[in-house]
C-alpha cells in the first residue's frame, strides 16, 4: 500500500512541481507591466488574464492540501508529507502571486474597472506577505527573451517587452508596485491592500530607486509616488502647502515622453512610460480635487495633453504589415524570425501590425476623469 502510495505522491509532485514552473514562467512573460503596455488588449479581457493567473495558487494549495490528508490518513504516508508540504510551499510563496494580483488592480485601475475588482477577498495582507520570504520558480533557460544585447544569469530579463534589458522584476519591482496601488486606493477612498502603511513607509524610504528591476519610467516616478503618497496622508491632517508645492513641481518636470526611436520601441518604451505617467496623473488628479488646487490641475492636465499628442505622433508612424515584412529580409533577427514563422511572415505581420495600433489607441482610451 505504501509503495502504491509513494509511487502516486511523487507522480503527483513531479506534475505539479512542473506546472508550477510552467505557469510562474509564462505568467511573468504575458503579466508582468502589462497594465502599463497593453491593458487594453482586444483579443482578451487582460483583467480576467491577470484574474485567472492569481486564482492558480489557491486551486492547487487545495489540491495538495486533499493529498497530503489522503496520505497522512495512509499508513506510512506521513513520510511523504514533507516532501509534499515543500511543494505546497513554493505555490504559496511564489513570486507571480503577489505580482499577478498588483498587475490585476492596477489593470483596473487604468482601465476603469475597479468595481471588477473584489476587494474584499484581498484585504488582510503584510507588507511582508507581498515582498519577503518569495520564491522564484520563473525558469529562465526555458523562457523565450526579446532583449537587446546579451543578458545572462539572474539578470536576464524574460520579458523583454520594454525594448532593453533590465533584470527580471523581483522585490524591488513589487515594492513601487505596492506602493503606486497604495496610493492609488487610499486616494479613491478605497481600503488598501495592505494594513501595515508604516512598515511600508519605511521600506519606500529606504529604497533605492536606480534598482535595476526598475524601468527608466517606473524610477524617474517612484519619488513622484512618494511626494502623492506623502500629500495624501496630509490630507486628513489638512496637507501642508509645502507639500503640495513640491507635488506641483513634481508635475511641473515630468520625465520625458516620446524618447524612444527604433522601431522596436514603438510598443514598448514610450507605450510604457505614457501609461506610467497616465497612472501617476490620474491618481494626482483624484488628490487634487480633493484639496481643491487648481494650480496642480492645471499642471497635471498640461501632462496629460503631452501623453496625447505623443500618441497621435506615434500612430502616425506605426510600422505597417510591408514595412515589417521588409524589416524581416535582413539581419539576425530577421532571419531567426523567418525560422520561426516561415511561410506564415505576413499572416505575422498583419498580427503585428493590428497590435500596434491597437496598443496605442489604448492610450488614448484612458480617462484622466
Request: with cysteine; aromatic share 8%.
Amino acid at each position: 500500500m505504501y509503495l502504491g502510495l509513494g509511487s502516486l505522491a511523487m507522480t503527483f509532485y513531479s506534475e505539479l512541481s512542473i506546472k508550477e514552473m510552467q505557469h510562474d514562467t509564462l505568467s511573468h512573460l504575458i503579466l508582468t507591466r502589462l497594465s502599463t503596455i497593453h491593458p487594453f488588449h482586444g483579443s482578451h479581457d487582460s483583467l480576467q488574464l491577470a484574474q485567472r493567473s492569481g486564482s492558480i495558487y489557491a486551486a492547487y494549495d487545495m489540491k495538495i492540501a486533499d493529498f497530503q490528508t489522503k496520505c497522512a490518513e495512509t499508513e506510512g504516508g506521513a513520510n511523504l508529507i514533507i516532501e509534499l508540504n515543500s511543494l505546497r510551499l513554493a505555490f504559496k510563496n511564489s513570486l507571480m502571486m503577489p505580482l499577478s494580483l498588483l498587475e490585476q488592480r492596477r489593470i483596473a485601475h487604468i482601465t476603469g474597472q475597479d468595481h471588477e475588482i473584489s476587494l474584499g477577498e484581498q484585504l488582510h495582507h503584510t507588507t511582508s506577505d507581498l515582498l519577503d520570504n518569495l520564491q522564484d520558480n520563473r525558469d529562465y533557460r526555458s523562457g523565450f527573451n526579446h532583449d537587446r544585447g546579451d543578458p545572462s544569469g539572474d539578470d536576464r530579463s524574460l520579458i523583454g517587452r520594454l525594448g532593453v534589458s533590465y533584470k527580471a522584476p523581483g522585490q524591488h519591482w513589487l515594492l513601487y508596485c505596492l506602493l503606486t496601488d497604495t496610493a492609488w486606493s487610499l486616494v479613491n477612498g478605497q481600503s488598501p491592500l495592505i494594513l501595515d502603511l508604516d512598515e511600508l513607509e519605511n521600506r519606500v524610504g529606504s529604497f533605492d530607486s536606480t534598482s535595476p528591476e526598475l524601468s527608466i519610467a517606473e524610477a524617474s516616478h517612484f519619488p513622484k509616488w512618494i511626494t502623492l503618497y506623502s500629500c495624501i496622508e496630509g490630507v486628513t491632517q489638512r496637507t501642508r502647502s509645502e507639500e503640495l508645492e513640491k507635488l506641483r513641481e513634481d508635475i511641473r518636470h515630468l520625465p520625458p515622453l516620446g524618447q524612444a526611436t527604433s522601431s522596436e520601441s514603438y510598443a514598448s518604451e514610450d507605450l510604457h512610460a505614457c501609461y506610467e505617467r497616465l497612472n501617476f496623473l490620474k491618481a494626482a488628479w483624484k488628490l487634487s480635487a480633493l484639496v481643491k488646487d487648481k494650480n496642480i490641475q492645471q499642471a497635471i492636465q498640461t501632462g496629460w495633453d503631452e501623453a496625447q499628442r505623443v500618441v497621435k505622433d506615434r500612430r502616425r508612424v506605426l510600422p505597417t504589415k510591408r514595412s515589417l515584412c521588409e524589416a524581416t529580409k535582413g539581419g539576425e533577427t530577421g532571419q531567426a524570425l523567418l525560422e520561426c514563422v516561415g511561410s506564415g511572415i505576413e499572416d505575422w505581420a498583419e498580427m503585428v501590425e493590428k497590435d500596434y495600433a491597437e496598443a496605442w489607441a489604448g492610450v488614448a482610451r484612458v480617462k484622466l476623469v
